[in-house]
């Protein structure tokens, strides 16, 4: 499996983490690729997904189903 190039990747807290250091980021700026990762350790591995996945998992999340 090729890991995919996420040194573009422009990652941000949510506005709701209240500036902890205990966050994850997300950066959605790569095309067709959603970067997730821990905020503790930002040069560590990063979860990736698909913009669909990404955005089915926010749907579960906001309707209390994840």
């Given at each position: 499996?090729i ?8 990652f941000?807290?949510?506005s709701?983490?209240g500036?902890?250091d ?10 067709g690729?959603?970067a997730v ?10 979860l990736t ?9 926010l ?6 189903e994840?």
């Open positions: 499996m890991s995919p190039d996420l040194s573009a990747a422009e941000h807290k949510s709701r983490s500036g902890g205990n966050c994850v980021e997300v950066a959605m700026n790569l095309p690729l959603v990762r821990d905020s503790k350790d930002p040069s560590g591995p990063a997904f698909s913009p669909t996945a990404w955005n089915n998992f749907t579960g999340i906001r309707s209390e994840v």
